[in-house]
């Protein structure tokens, strides 16, 4: 593959206890006809997963003193959050684009490009 992409699926934040079986049934069935497709498309799927919710997240940053200042979630601020992702292989931009059109969300999702660093 000549490229990669990041697919950051964003939804409404969640709850994995609130979901019922049959919504575990229809979503792994959506993402695995995504699947079907990125592979029918020549692509990959170099990597991915599910996230836990918000309340799971910890906020990391810098603090005055040089010291990390670390901040438990869910962050009052945050109403649609990252909960999943697909690191996908293809062959350019608009391939890559194609395929994040097609990844199931109840949001929406955002594609990136991965910088490719010589030599790492």
């Avoid at 109403?79 to 949001?107: F, H, I, M, N, W």
Wanted: net charge negative; with cysteine.
């Amino acid at each position: 593959m000549a490229e990669e992409f990041i697919v950051m699926i964003v939804e409404p934040d969640w709850e994995p206890a609130n979901v019922t079986e049959e919504q575990w049934a229809e979503s792994m069935k959506s993402h695995g006809a995504f699947a079907q497709a990125v592979a029918a498309a020549g692509a990959q799927i170099l990597g991915g997963d599910a996230l836990q919710p918000s309340r799971t997240a910890v906020r990391i940053t810098p603090g005055k003193d040089g010291k990390p200042v670390f901040t438990d979630g869910p962050f009052s601020e945050t109403k649609e959050v990252v909960s999943g992702y697909y690191k996908l292989g293809v062959r350019d931009a608009a391939q890559a684009r194609e395929l994040a059109a097609l990844c199931p969300t109840s949001g929406w999702v955002e594609l990136y490009p991965v910088l490719q660093i010589e030599g790492m």
